[in-house]
């Protein structure tokens, strides 16, 4: 397995769990899957055949709906835990360029130094920061590359707190990272308080 094609499968991996909160019984439909991935058929057909085999998805035909498995959630949840620790399907970060660019989108997405709990009040705090960022994303000045990062942070965030069964783990991991791409690009004052809104928030 080539390091490319790893990354092609985590990324629909990844995009699934944040489309369907890592619930096997949400689904998400095949032409959907291509039009968030940018994947052309036949790779995308390639990339399903693949992930089902190993049970990390199900496909439905008729219907061309895909599910996450429980088996795909946890693994995924593995990687953004430790993504410097192997999965069976998904390796771990080391010294080769390959697997550094595979590494990029979830790179530092969990720091085990930070915890908190969601309550209610939090959870209030958490959800307009969310609507803040969503609304003001043209207004930060992040590249293209730690944008899409948000972006998915953001999604990741969002499909947790609309499931029925979040992981605990994965809000506090997402909260970080965010919190993370903006002191690297913390420059306008509208960037300072949202960072410094974040940095309450966690404690």
Do not use: C, W
Request: glycine share 4%; aromatic share 6%; hydrophobic share 40%.
């Amino acid at each position: 397995m080539s390091e490319e094609m790893a990354k092609k499968r985590f990324k629909l991996m990844r995009r699934l769990y944040e489309l369907t909160a890592g619930e096997e019984g949400q689904a998400v439909h095949f032409n959907k899957m291509q039009e968030q991935l940018g994947f052309s058929t036949s790779l995308l057909q390639d990339i399903i055949f693949y992930l089902e085999n190993e049970k990390l998805i199900t496909f439905q035909s008729p219907g061309n709906m895909i599910n996450i498995t429980p088996a795909g959630a946890a693994e995924i949840e593995a990687v953004l835990m430790a993504p410097d620790k192997a999965t069976v399907h998904f390796p771990a970060r080391d010294n080769t360029a390959a697997k550094q660019n595979m590494e990029m989108q979830m790179q530092d997405s969990y720091d085990k130094s930070q915890s908190f709990t969601i309550g209610e009040s939090r959870y209030n705090e958490l959800q307009e920061l969310l609507q803040v960022l969503s609304a003001s994303l043209d207004q930060l000045n992040l590249s293209f590359e730690q944008k899409a990062r948000l972006q998915s942070e953001l999604g990741i965030i969002t499909s947790q707190m609309l499931s029925s069964k979040p992981k605990a783990t994965i809000i506090p991991g997402s909260v970080v990272t965010i919190k993370r791409i903006l002191e690297s690009a913390a420059r306008t004052p509208f960037e300072y308080e949202v960072l410094n809104k974040i940095t309450q928030l966690i404690g």
